[in-house]
């Protein structure tokens, strides 16, 4: 969050689209899940955070990139310094809790349900920076218009997409190594019981 906020990026930010897509994709694919992981039980028990259903934690984070993207919201925030830091804390609210649904002390999915969870999140990423990356039109006037800020826009679109995607597809990756590595752990446990069991007695 540091690096993403910072005054050199963040009054980059402020000069292209494609600067302030590489914010939002640190806040949301690398700032969120480190914070879910990093933060423990006992600060979730402090807190009182309140679980949520699954469905609704993806629900809402799919929801927040179509209404940040796709509303004034977008524009307001490139001209409004509250608006873009509710913006942002949008962003990471929402990041967070998708991310705090399979990763950190707030987990409690099984791992198949884990995989389905960012697997059917990684069209909804390509889907929205697709929208961003294929429009003819300039979404965001704060950028400019002609063909510049047309091509600032697609850089950004693409920024979401490529990235998003890949850190999706790592997610995706992480949770198949833990499933493979809880299937083993189960197997040898399941061995190590049976191996304690008392011989059945044989008839003479």
Excluded at 3 to 29: E, F, G, I, K, Y
Excluded at 50 to 60: E, F, T, Y
Excluded at 154 to 177: E, H, N, P, S, T
Aim: proline share 7%.
């Amino acid at each position: 969050m540091a690096v993403a906020l910072s005054p050199p990026v963040d009054t980059r930010a402020d000069a292209t689209l494609a600067a302030h897509m590489v914010q939002h994709v640190v806040m949301t694919m690398v700032a969120a899940p480190l914070l879910a992981a990093g933060l423990g039980s006992a600060w979730f028990a402090r807190v009182k955070v309140p679980r949520v259903n699954p469905l609704v934690a993806w629900l809402l984070f799919a929801a927040t990139g179509w209404l940040v993207h796709f509303t004034p919201l977008f524009q307001a925030a490139t001209e409004s310094l509250p608006v873009h830091m509710f913006e942002h804390a949008v962003l990471l609210g929402s990041g967070f809790l998708f991310w705090a649904q399979v990763v950190g002390p707030a987990a409690t999915m099984s791992y198949p349900l884990r995989l389905l969870y960012l697997v059917v999140a990684m069209p909804q990423n390509t889907f929205v920076a697709l929208a961003i990356f294929s429009t003819s039109r300039v979404l965001y006037p704060h950028y400019g218009s002609g063909p510049d800020a047309l091509a600032d826009q697609r850089l950004g679109g693409g920024i979401m997409w490529v990235a998003g995607d890949l850190v999706l597809l790592a997610a995706v990756l992480v949770m198949a190594a833990g499933w493979a590595r809880q299937e083993e752990r189960e197997t040898r446990l399941s061995e190590e019981a049976a191996d304690q069991l008392p011989s059945p007695r044989t008839g003479g």
